[in-house]
């Protein structure tokens, strides 16, 4: 939303600036161009980058927006190919300056086979801005890169780093234990997001994991105070102690079977006694429990978390989202509350957590739905009863724009469509008729070489 909205501001200060004439001050017109970066909330990490193509427009529309979009287009340069590097290279060779306007890279190739290799001398020495690295591993990716990979990066200042894996790796040991080795070479590095797309679970061995846990570094992880975990049945891969013990902003985004509590993941819990924030997004069915009993959103994941994390004064936020409500996952309204009521998540949280000010919900619901975030506060403080007073619950429904929702939603939607009598607050609003989420972005045009691009 806010990138369509600096669109839109955009093209109109771009009319207005190059009106003869022109009122508008050029700080106005800058303040809206150093707005355009898509800014992500912490818990979405890395998840998505602006393609050059997209910002390289800001530099045409005229001379005197020209050296603020330059710090746009370069702040967050994408190199897909080997090509590109080259010529990324040979315009901030001969243009220095440029140089130090890049804070973000992102590598990312467009060819499992292709080695992008962008741990040059030349942009080691140039490059000293550069505080986040963006890389993404292709499906059926080999492992291209050179030995001892893992102490080239760390020449950068990297404090930030997005490592995104695509379907299932056909070297994927072998990518395991380097990324690991990269991350625990950072030695500033405070911000983590690994995000596991695996089509198959691979096939490490416990032997391979212990290994792994054996070549950590005493002091890896220890600036590290925001981690984003994202994939599916990652759970028993990671090696113990990964992560430092100073983590202050935790976010699990969680897909596929439930989480073993015989397994190694919930050993990772005991590290995490320092936090502030917790945020847990079920993003997809959940499969069946080990004892082959059908699974929920409770059983599979919330509880385990809060069971098995330390108690802590200092965690004073806790967010649940559900990006999948329906199916066997949850088949109901009735029975996600009800089983939240049992298990006593709000007797755990007060008990565990003495520092905790709020608790905050976000769930999908179609824009006729009759559970507004008003019903659903009431149904949540009738079913986390000992939160009252102590704890500040918040719901946030969402999708009700998007036609897509309407899979993510409660298999009970049907039963419910209807207003009970006597029940003020279910309304119907089955007037309303289908709404359909709106077009994507028009902006259609092909993705451009960014060193041409910064050239023009």
């Not at 140089?99 to 741990?119: N, Q, T």
């Not at 995104?164 to 790796?169: A, G, P, T």
């Not at 100073?246 to 050993?267: D, H, K, M, W």
């Not at 059908?294 to 967010?319: F, K, R, V």
Request: aromatic share 10%; hydrophobic share 35%; proline share 6%.
């Amino acid at each position: 939303m806010m990138g369509r909205q600096c669109r839109t501001l955009c093209r109109a200060f771009s009319s207005l600036c190059t009106m003869e004439n022109c009122r508008l001050p050029l700080e106005l017109c800058e303040l809206v161009i150093d707005n355009i970066p898509r800014s992500h909330p912490w818990w979405e990490g890395h998840g998505g980058y602006d393609l050059p193509s997209y910002r390289v427009k800001f530099t045409t529309i005229c001379s005197a927006w020209l050296p603020r979009a330059l710090r746009i287009l370069y702040h967050t340069p994408v190199l897909t190919e080997p090509q590109q590097l080259e010529l990324f290279v040979h315009t901030i060779t001969r243009r220095p300056p440029l140089a130090d306007m890049v804070y973000e890279l992102v590598i990312d190739p467009s060819d499992p086979r292709k080695y992008i290799p962008f741990l040059r001398h030349t942009l080691v020495k140039r490059l000293r801005h550069l505080t986040t690295l963006i890389l993404g591993f292709p499906s059926r990716m080999v492992w291209v890169y050179p030995p001892r990979y893992h102490l080239l990066v760390a020449q950068f200042p990297i404090t930030e780093l997005a490592i995104h894996y695509r379907q299932f790796l056909s070297s994927f040991r072998t990518v395991w234990f380097e990324t690991f080795r990269l991350i625990w070479s950072l030695r500033h590095l405070r911000k983590l997001h690994l995000d596991m797309q695996l089509d198959t679970v691979p096939d490490l061995t416990d032997t391979d994991v212990h290994r792994l846990a054996a070549i950590r570094r005493p002091w890896a992880c220890a600036n590290l105070k925001t981690l984003v975990l994202d994939g599916w049945d990652y759970h028993d891969l990671l090696p113990e102690h990964a992560f430092g013990t100073a983590v202050e902003r935790l976010c699990f985004q969680l897909y596929g079977n439930p989480i073993s509590e015989s397994g190694v993941f919930f050993t990772q819990m005991s590290d995490f006694s320092s936090l502030q924030e917790l945020y847990v997004a079920v993003k997809a069915g959940i499969g069946n429990s080990q004892d082959g009993e059908e699974a929920s959103i409770t059983s599979a994941y919330l509880a385990p978390i809060l069971t098995h994390l330390p108690p802590q004064n200092a965690l004073a936020t806790i967010t649940i989202r559900l990006d999948d409500a329906g199916g066997h996952a949850q088949p109901s309204r009735e029975a996600f509350l009800r089983e939240l009521s049992s298990r006593g998540v709000d007797q755990l949280v007060t008990k565990k957590f003495p520092g905790l000010r709020s608790a905050r919900f976000e769930v999908p619901e179609r824009f006729d739905s009759a559970y507004d975030e008003e019903r659903w506060h009431g149904l949540l403080d009738e079913h986390l009863a000992k939160l009252r007073g102590i704890v500040s619950v918040s719901v946030h429904t969402y999708g009700q724009d998007d036609w897509r929702v309407k899979s993510l939603c409660w298999d009970d939607d049907d039963e419910d469509s209807e207003s009970p009598e006597g029940d003020d607050s279910f309304q119907d609003d089955s007037e309303l008729g289908d709404r359909r989420s709106e077009s994507s972005d028009e902006d259609g045009d092909e993705d451009e070489d960014i060193a041409l691009e910064a050239g023009s």
